[in-house]
T-cell receptor
Framework: GQQVMQIPQYQHVQEGEDFTTYCNSS?????IQWYKQRPGGHPVFLIQ?????EVKKQKRLTFQFGEAKKNSSLHITATQTTDVGTYFC???????????FGTGTRLKVLA | DTAVSQTPKYLVTQMGNDKSIKCEQN?????MYWYKQDSKKFLKIMFS???????INETVPNRFSPKSPDKAHLNLHINSLELGDSAVYFC???????????????FGPGTRLTVT
């Protein structure tokens, strides 16, 4: 079936270090969304990328959508303790409306 | 005002019981979803409704039955609960896809279901 894998599954970083999570889909996606879920919370939308090769920035966060629209990445520069949480990518396979969520990357930031 | 609300927040029940989870959104969205998040944090879509019409129905046991009385509400009824149904269930809503453009999903706070 259609799968969206994220690596790493877990990441512990010292505050101030950079962090990257990678999202890989088994099928082409029409767009990719990124969500953040704080511990005990619910997923909160961060950004959507639509075009092949698109790059978007939000302050310390940089998002990229691969040329083949099958992979994406989220990079956080100089992590802070407020970045703690699980980051999910999600996208619908081309031609569908069904969002498949990635397996998630759980980030812990040590002060 | 809470954009997407769910009740109850916690639900503890015994195997074999029937239970319902309610969801309401006040965002004026046309599309609503139910997701299941298991103990490993995997999020999986179960159902999606657009303008009260079921558009996504994943391979979910037919013990699970969604009902959308109107665009602002999407409830989930579960019959004959099993241990494996224990999870966090999230309701979400979004604007309807338009001309190939998708919109962000707004999630409710979740309902933690524990089946004993």
């Amino acid at each position: 079936g259609q799968q969206v894998m994220q690596i790493p599954q877990y990441q512990h970083v010292q505050e101030g270090e950079d962090f990257t999570t990678y999202c890989n889909s088994s099928t082409t996606l029409s767009n990719i969304q990124w969500y953040k879920q704080r511990p005990g919370g619910h997923p909160v939308f961060l950004i959507q990328l639509v075009k092949s090769g698109e790059v978007k920035k939000q302050k310390r966060l940089t998002f990229q959508f691969g040329e083949a629209k099958k992979n994406s990445s989220l990079h956080i520069t100089a992590t802070q303790t407020t970045d703690v949480g699980t980051y999910f990518c999600a996208g619908p396979p081309s031609g569908t409306y069904k969002y498949i969520f990635g397996t998630g990357t759980r980030l812990k930031v040590l002060a | 005002d809470t954009a997407v609300s769910q009740t109850p927040k916690y639900l503890v029940t015994q195997m074999g019981n029937d239970k319902s989870i309610k969801c309401e959104q006040n965002l004026g969205h046309d599309t609503m979803y139910w997701y299941k998040q298991d103990s490993k944090k995997f999020l999986k879509i179960m159902f999606s409704y657009n303008n009260k019409e079921l558009i996504i129905n994943e391979t979910v046991p037919n013990r699970f039955s969604p009902k959308s009385p109107d665009k602002a509400h999407l409830n989930l009824h579960i019959n004959s609960l099993e241990l494996g149904d224990s999870a966090v269930y999230f309701c979400a809503s979004s604007q309807e896809w338009s001309q190939g453009r998708a919109y962000e999903q707004y999630f409710g706070p979740g309902t933690r279901l524990t089946v004993t």
